[in-house]
């Protein structure tokens, strides 16, 4: 169910389906997920802050920096470090796991928005893309550019019930091809390999584009707090959600679930054609 294929003509040097010899090629591969930072903790800084409120010896056993944020920040709220410090708290959650799973049972989202992700997602779709930008809150989005990355070949992920069906496939791979030729005609008829002006050329690349399919291959970073992260991930592992944004965030919960155990203790997954389905009863803090 969940092999996407990158359609990657003369790139890669394998065959192309079907058995044809010519040299358009094609690549089996999933589209790929990398966090490239998470938050960090300035421990001068919040050792300062625990002596400025008279704690300076409290301690969790958070996991990450990220999830010892988060409650930091929480129990600053009430000064709930230890009994006594808010005369009217005699008794305080211990620990970082109990803490969290409690703020999140009982829908404190803000305070899970300390905490940061920084991910790459590569080679997806624009049709991805389109979606995964539809979430506004608590996120940062960097996109690949279109109108200054020229397209000289054209990769895609090809979703399963095309692969399922080898005429469907073929023609697939074949409007892909026709498509990648138009963008070369385009660069011929207009000159832009030879161009030197580079507004011209931006503008002529951004013209270009629009003749180009909205399954390509296209990379984008995205960053996201932790808030944002667990209703993306509900939303975008539901069954009735699209094949490929269910790859990459099934995908994405497998990278975070063991780094960040107490942000995500309370989901429970189930494995629905292949992909993961993560539920939790504590739906969107
Ligand atoms: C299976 C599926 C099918 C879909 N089909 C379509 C479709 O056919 N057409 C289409 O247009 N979209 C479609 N979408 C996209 C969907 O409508 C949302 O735009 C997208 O899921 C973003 O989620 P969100 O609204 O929760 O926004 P997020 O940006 O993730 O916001 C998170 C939460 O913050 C709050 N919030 C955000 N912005 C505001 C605001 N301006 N005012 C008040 N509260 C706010 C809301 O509570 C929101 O749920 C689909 C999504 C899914 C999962």
Request: net charge negative; charged share 25%; aromatic share 10%.
């Amino acid at each position: 169910m969940h092999d996407l294929v990158i359609y990657a003509r003369n790139t890669f040097g394998i065959a192309y389906p079907n058995g044809n010899e010519k040299e358009d090629v094609m690549k089996v591969i999933r589209p790929s997920v990398f966090l490239v930072g998470e938050t960090k903790i300035v421990e001068q800084g919040l050792q300062g802050y625990l002596d400025h409120i008279g704690v300076p010896d409290w301690k969790t056993d958070a996991p990450s920096d990220a999830e010892k944020l988060c409650e930091v920040m929480g129990r600053l709220c009430y000064k709930s470090f230890e009994p006594g410090l808010n005369p009217n708290v005699t008794k305080v959650r211990e620990g970082n796991r109990p803490y969290l799973q409690n703020v999140i049972s009982v829908g404190h989202g803000s305070v899970l928005e300390h905490g940061y992700l920084n991910f790459i997602f590569a080679d997806v779709s624009r049709v991805f893309t389109h979606e995964l930008v539809r979430h506004r809150q608590g996120v940062g989005i960097s996109q690949e550019s279109l109108r200054y990355v020229r397209l000289e070949s054209l990769s895609a992920s090809i979703p399963t019930c095309i692969q399922e069906n080898e005429v469907g496939m073929a023609l697939f791979c074949k409007t892909m091809e026709q498509l990648e030729d138009v963008q070369r005609e385009l660069a011929d008829i207009y000159g832009i390999r030879d161009m030197k002006d580079f507004a011209v050329k931006k503008k002529l690349t951004s013209a270009f584009r629009r003749v180009a399919p909205i399954g390509l291959a296209t990379n984008i970073g995205w960053s996201c707090n932790f808030r944002a992260i667990r209703h993306v991930i509900e939303m975008r592992t539901e069954p009735v959600a699209e094949e490929e944004i269910r790859l990459v965030f099934g995908q994405v919960f497998e990278i975070i679930r063991g780094r960040y155990p107490n942000i995500f203790g309370d989901y429970e997954t189930e494995d629905v054609d292949g992909l993961p389905w993560v539920k939790t009863a504590h739906r969107k803090v």
